[in-house]
Structures are given as C-alpha cells and as structure tokens.
C-alpha cells in the first residue's frame, strides 16, 4: 500500500464525498470563515473528516475551494467545494496550529484501485441510468474510473465508504453493479407511473 501524510485544517461536516463529488455550503462560524478566506486567498485543501461505526474506521474527503457563490455583509458565504482524494484519518485536533479552525492528521490513499476502469457491464448499466435520467446520451467510456461512476450515483455516506473500504476492484464493480440495477428499476417504474402504467 501507498500512502502519503499530512497535516491539514478540517471542516467537520459528517459527510463523505468521493472525487469529483461537489456540495454547497453556507459558511457563517468565524473559525470556517477564517478556513475558506485562505482556502480561496492560498488555494489550500482541506479535509471534512468522517467515521463509520459499522466499520469501527475513519475517511477523510480532501477538498478544494472551487466557487464562492455569495459574499454577505456579515462576513458569511455561499461557497462551493469538490473533493478531489481520499484520506484515512490518523488524529483530530481541535484547533489546528496557529488557527481557530480544527485539523488532523491524515493518510492519502493511493491504491491503484482507486483509478480503476469500470467493467462492461457496469459501464452499460450506467449509460442504462443516464439515459433515464437524462434522455440518450453519449459516453466516452475510456475517460471513466470506477469512482467517477459512484461519485454519479449519489449514494449514501455509509455505501460510499463501504466501498472504499472494500479495496477491491472486482468487488467493487459488483457493489455499483448491483446499485445501478436496483436504481434503474425504480426509474424505470417511475417513468412507468407517468406514462400512466405501472411495471411488476
């Protein structure tokens, strides 16, 4: 296994974003406000920690700044942010050095896994999925990894993490597999309610 620590600021949000995930946030503490004015001044990542009890194990998503939306005269803001790797966690401090915000220790992943192709299979299902939601649409199939798959399907915080945890890519292909299955049958009965007919 790879791994490279590192120190950085956290944002505690309980959430867990895979790469290429984006949220909008609304940042009113002082202590975050101070976090985001140099994660957009310095163009630092941060980290928004997240624990598993089921799996008795901690992931950290790293994140990057990538818009302010709105700027309050109180000092608030609308931001957008985008994770871009996966950290496991290592130690939370409550204040992170010489700063009001928190931060921790972490270890960035990478496992070839993570980069990995999806299969055929999970590929056609997905392009299943788009269409859909979306109408007919064209994929270039060669530009997808496994995780920009998931990172599409909006899944839970607890999947997500099960697969990462998982550290399998033939396990993992099976995990989205199924998922997308399961997704596009209830598309599929939606569209068939509002067309007026009801699938079984």
């Known amino acids: 296994m790879s ?3 590192k120190h950085i600021p956290f944002f505690p949000l309980n959430i867990f974003l895979l790469p290429g995930e984006q949220v909008p946030l609304h940042i009113f503490e002082p202590r975050f406000r101070q976090l985001f004015a140099e994660a957009e001044s310095e163009s630092i990542s941060f980290g928004l920690p997240f624990e598993d009890a089921d799996l008795g194990c901690g992931y950290v998503s790293v994140c990057r700044l990538v818009d302010v939306v709105k700027r309050y005269h109180s ?3 609308d931001v957008v942010i985008e994770a871009h790797a996966i950290g496991k966690l290592k130690s939370f401090q409550s204040v992170f050095p010489k700063k009001q915000y ?3 220790i972490i270890e960035i992943e990478q496992e070839s ?3 990995s192709k999806p299969t055929n299979e999970v590929m056609a299902a997905f392009e299943k999925y ?3 939601l979306e ?3 064209k994929l270039d199939v060669s530009a ?3 995780l920009d798959v998931a990172a599409s399907l909006k899944l839970s915080n607890a999947d997500k993490v099960k697969l990462i945890y998982t550290n399998n890519t033939a396990k993992q292909n099976a995990f989205l597999l199924r998922n997308l299955k399961y997704i596009n049958l209830l598309l599929e009965q939606e569209k068939g309610i509002e067309n007026g007919f009801i699938l079984n």
């Open 113 to 115: 896994y993570l980069d």
């Open 130 to 132: 788009l269409s859909l």
């Open 144 to 146: 997808y990894r496994l």
């Open 102 to 104: 928190p931060g921790g």
């Open 135 to 137: 109408g007919s649409v």
């Open 3 to 5: 791994t490279t620590e």
């Open 75 to 77: 000092g608030e803001s």
